[in-house]
Structure formats: C-alpha cells, structure tokens
C-alpha cells in the first residue's frame, strides 16, 4: 500500500526558472518529510527536511512547502540549474527516530534544460 | 571521510540461489537501513539496525534476513531467490536512526 505518491512521474523546467515537485500521502500519522536527489548509479542525497508542526522551511535554492490538511507537500527550487538534473524523493517517516524507516514515493525526474 | 560503501556493485545470480549483500557504514554511525529499489519506484524499506539489535522490518518476506557486526557493519542475505528480487539494494546509515540517512550507491541485483 503506497502511502507516499508522487503522480508526476517527471518534469521539464527551463535553466533559471521555477521547479516545483509536487508529494502527496496518505497517512496522517506522519510527522516528518524529506526529499531525496537522486543521480544515476549513485546512492540518494538528503536535500532537506520538514516537521509536520511547520509549513514552510527554506535551505538555499530549495523550500519545502506543507500542507497537513490536504496531505500536500510540495518542493521549490528556485532557479533551477542543470545540476538539477536529476530523480528526486519525497520520503515520510512517522518520529524523528524513525527516519532510518522512511517510506519513499515513485520519485520524479527533473531535467533542465539551458 | 569514505561514505557508505556497498559490496558488490552487481551480481547476477539465477532463481533459488541465495545471496549476501554488504555494507559498510560512515565512521561514527551505529544505525543501518536496507531498502530495495525495483526500476521505476522509490526504495522500499527493509531492515533497520542500531547498535547490533533489529530496530524495524519492512513488509518482506521471511526470505531477507540481515545482521549488524560489532564493528556496525551490515550484511542482508536472501534465499531461494525469484526474479521479483532484481533490484538495486540500497544500504544508508545514520548515527543513531535520527538523522537523515546517507546512502550508498547501492548493488543492483539481477536474477536469471
């Protein structure tokens, strides 16, 4: 039973403008999300992170955006660059002692393009 | 600092044999997951482990099992392998289960 979906299973974005992955779950017992950055043969990168008691939290290019009451969470990056290029996650856990059993959606592979 | 490395980096094996994937952790870090990759979906979790002992097990079967040496090393072992087990397995550690995880790149697993 899926209970992290990312329904877009990718996403074109132009050099400098606006990336926005969207992630959507279905358990409303989870308290904590995170994104994953994904390249080709090599393991996940943590980007950043957010508890459920938030609904924004900002690290540089990237912000991650919550919304508990439609079980929404949404990642921008702002600008996008071609180092971008790559799968991202969106992964949830229920405690912070539990994000070493996290559950991750289908991910979704941005590319940008110059 | 070397970061989590998996051995091997692939492996064919056929159905019914069995296999052992290992890892080891970043320096410091006492927490192990597994999680399997199929192409074209988010890693699944497997296995947790902190400090030797089991911490959590994903919805797999009795097949997977894995371990943590005292040194925080980590092996998983499945048997009697189908085709359905042709992943990229994915090992990650943290230092204590609460903190965001590093992976490594991981050993993709084909089964003939």
């Known amino acids: 039973d899926q209970q992290v979906k990312q329904n877009s299973p990718s996403l074109s974005v132009q050099e400098g403008r606006i990336s926005i992955l969207n992630c959507d779950y279905t358990?409303?017992?989870?308290?904590?999300f995170l994104w994953y950055k994904k390249y080709p043969a090599e393991g996940p990168t943590f980007l950043i992170s957010?508890?459920?008691?938030?609904d924004k939290n900002e690290d540089g290019r990237f912000t991650v955006f919550l919304n508990k009451s439609a079980k929404h969470l949404s990642l921008h990056i702002v600008p996008s660059q071609p180092g971008d290029s790559a799968v991202y996650f969106c992964a949830a856990s229920f405690t912070t002692d539990s994000w070493g059993k996290l559950q991750f959606g289908a991910g979704t592979q941005v590319v940008v393009t110059p | 600092d070397a970061g989590v490395t998996q051995s091997p980096t692939h492996l064919i094996k056929t159905r019914g044999q069995q296999v052992t994937l290992r890892c080891s952790p970043i320096?410091?870090?006492?927490?192990v997951s597994w999680y399997q990759q199929v192409l074209g979906q988010g890693p699944q979790f497997i296995f947790q482990?902190?400090?030797?002992?089991?911490?959590g097990r994903g919805n797999f079967p009795d097949r997977f099992s894995a371990r943590q040496f005292p040194n925080y090393s980590s092996e998983l072992n499945v048997n009697a392998l189908l085709l359905g087990d042709s992943a990229l397995y994915l090992c990650?550690?943290?230092?204590?289960?609460?903190?965001?995880?590093?992976f490594g790149d991981g050993t993709r697993l084909s089964i003939l």
């Open positions: 320096s410091g870090h006492k927490s």
């Open positions: 358990n409303s017992m989870f308290d904590y």
């Open positions: 957010i508890s459920s008691i938030k």
């Open positions: 482990y902190y400090e030797k002992e089991e911490r």
């Open positions: 990650a550690s943290s230092l204590d289960g609460s903190q965001p995880q590093h």
